[in-house]
Structures are given as structure tokens and as C-alpha cells.
């Protein structure tokens, strides 16, 4: 049996649950009410990003009015009714979920979502005890994805060498992330996001189900 030395990392949003349509139904109304002329270019460029570093992005580069408060108090009530009733888990993750555990996998979560958005989907979906490691961009004083000090304080914590963990990402700015952290990286392509550049990848998938165990092998066998 593998000797724990590998761990798999999963970014939350369009990989552990299915929460990207619900964002876009949100914010397809509301930042254009914001900004009149925000548009779906626009759009495109913030998957993956965090909330601090949103507010950041919108307000310097678009000229947003509104506090830093106010925006965040709006994300956080849409937040919990999304996370708390709308997402689903992504198709086939608890079937990799338990591949990995049988393989004695570390498995971490490395989102840009602030913790209690994070602990909506790990209480609502009993995933407590299923990650070893969970990090949000409020432990790395929001320098959320691209930056890559969410993956590197995952590994660290994880007690596992970046280059030694697998990281699965649907957004441009996760996998960046991930690869400047020096990571393997899976780019999902999960039905919502075939406008995101996934180029950046070592592997793209479209379901887990194509993540069987001799995938994880071949990359554990060239990182040993």
C-alpha cells in the first residue's frame, strides 16, 4: 500500500460542489447594477478569485463606490443561502473521495472563499473528517489565487512537499495558483466553465470519473 507521502488538493467552488451557476445567476444582475459597464469579459476574469481580492480588483480597476463592508455584506447573505441550500456536490467527488482514502491519499482543501462559506459546505455535506487540511484565503491574509500562498500553506500543513501534491482546479486563477506553488495540476472542465483558460494544466478532465488510480500512480511514481 502507497506510504502517505502524497497528498491531492481540491479547490472548493466548481470542484467539491457545483456552485458556480448559482454565483453567476447573482452576479449577472448585480455587478452590472454596480458597474454599468461590466461585462462578460469582465466576468470571466474573476473566477477563482477571493473576496477581498474582488473588492480590491473592482475598486481600483473599475471604480467601484460602494464600501468594502457594504460589498462584503452583500456576498455574505447570498452566500449562505447558496452554500446553505443551492449547491450540490460535484459529481463523482465522493467516489474519488474514498479512492483516495483507501490509498491512504492526504486529501486538502485550499479554497478563495472565506471560512464560513467553507464550513457551510463542510457541515452541510458532512465533510468535516474528510479533509485533513482546510485553508482560506483568511489564512494568508487574503493574498487568495493567483497568488500561491494558499496551496503552499496547505502543503506545509499537510506535512508534503508542493511537489509532491496534485492540485484540481476549474479556473485560470486556481490553477496558476497551483502551479507557481509548483503543484501537478488537473484542470476540471465541470459543463460551466469552457471559457476559462485551462491551458495551464498537466491534465484536463471532464467528469472524476476519469480519475481512476492508475492516473494517480503515473504521477506518484515521476514525483517519488
Known amino acids: 500500500m502507497t506510504d502517505p507521502v502524497h497528498a491531492v488538493i481540491f479547490d472548493m467552488d466548481g470542484v467539491v460542489v457545483e456552485s458556480e451557476s448559482h454565483w453567476k445567476i447573482f452576479e449577472r444582475d448585480f455587478l452590472p447594477s454596480l458597474l454599468p459597464s461590466w461585462s462578460q469579459a469582465d466576468q470571466r476574469n474573476i473566477l477563482g478569485l477571493g473576496l477581498d481580492d474582488l473588492y480590491t480588483l473592482l475598486s481600483s480597476e473599475y471604480r467601484l463606490q460602494q464600501s468594502r463592508d457594504q460589498f462584503v455584506r452583500w456576498y455574505h447573505e447570498r452566500a449562505k443561502e447558496i452554500y ?133 500512480q503515473r504521477f506518484l511514481e515521476n514525483s517519488s
Open 84 to 216: 446553505g441550500q443551492r449547491v450540490s456536490l460535484t459529481e463523482g467527488f465522493s467516489d474519488l473521495l474514498s479512492l483516495l482514502n483507501q490509498h491512504r491519499i492526504l486529501v486538502g482543501l485550499a479554497s478563495s472563499s472565506p471560512r464560513n462559506w467553507i464550513d457551510l459546505v463542510l457541515h452541510r455535506f458532512d465533510l468535516q473528517d474528510c479533509f485533513q487540511v482546510v485553508v482560506s484565503a483568511d489564512e494568508v491574509e487574503g493574498k487568495g489565487k493567483p497568488e500561491p500562498a494558499i496551496y503552499l500553506l496547505t502543503a506545509q500543513r499537510l506535512g508534503v512537499p508542493a511537489a509532491r501534491c496534485i492540485a484540481v482546479e476549474d479556473s485560470k486563477n486556481g490553477l496558476l495558483s497551483a502551479k507557481q506553488a509548483g503543484m501537478f495540476c488537473i484542470g476540471l472542465r465541470n459543463g460551466l466553465n469552457e471559457e476559462q483558460d485551462l491551458s495551464q494544466a498537466d491534465l484536463i478532465v471532464h467528469r472524476f470519473a476519469e480519475l481512476d488510480w492508475q492516473t494517480f
